[in-house]
């Protein structure tokens, strides 16, 4: 099997707010990767890299918002984040935990810090993911996996572990229910400690330092970096410098075209246009904003 050639290591752009609660480097798309389909069916990728959020009583964050045609995944490594949705799902993860929620046919939800977190301030970091879903499951109806830390498969490897969250890693599979084939990892790694990767070539596969600093197939990477690699190899060999965490993301493109706006992911505009319409006329659900 042959090698990965890494096609770029991104620095994060500069940050941005999303809501008062989240701030955010915006890697994908319109980010340091432009093209909407360039990491299928991965479609959006922002980064809350650690900041400290002083104490409030009242929690930051982003109020009630639609959306349809995919699924949030919000990974938090620190700090801790409620959820709430008009399907009735509520849910509070903290460091270790994911919420990986289907949007599917839509729903509204608001996403906060946790009053308890936000009462005594603190480190927040965490990753949001939009991962798109297949044509023939764009309308499925709203779904909620809270994954908790406890609930993760793990794979204990030399220095350090691989915790699959979703896909499969030396044919043990992670908790997430997904609706094409992907990886979504957690590589922990002890200084020296070595991990290699096997993807097939086609499935877009990058790699985001969470913490720590690593050799990439010979290249350094830093933390809060993106590591982005081409198609044409199988093989990722990860070296850390030193203690460290990387979200590992792999997978097969869906190969179909993509329209976006805002908060919604379709095939098509007029499938845009008919979002918009069912968001005017209440089709999503109700959520009160308190
Ligand atoms: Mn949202």
Redesign the pocket.
Known sequence: MSKRTIEAVFAPPAPHMVGDGFRVHHFFPDGVIADKQRMSPFFMLDYASPFHFTPTQTPRG?GV?P?RGFE?VTIAYQGKIAHHDSAGHHGIIQAGDVQWMTAGAGVL?K?YHDKEFAEQGGLFQMVQLWVNLPMAYKMTPPCYQELTAASMTRVPIEDGEVEIIAGEYQGKKGPAHTFSPLNVFNLHLQEKGRCILHFPAHFNTALLVIKGSLLVNEQTAAANQFVLLKNDGEKIEVHALEQSIVLVLSGEPLGEPISAYG?FVMNSWKEIEQAVLDFNEGKFGVLSDN
């Open positions: 982003v918002h959306h949030t939800h996403e908060p």
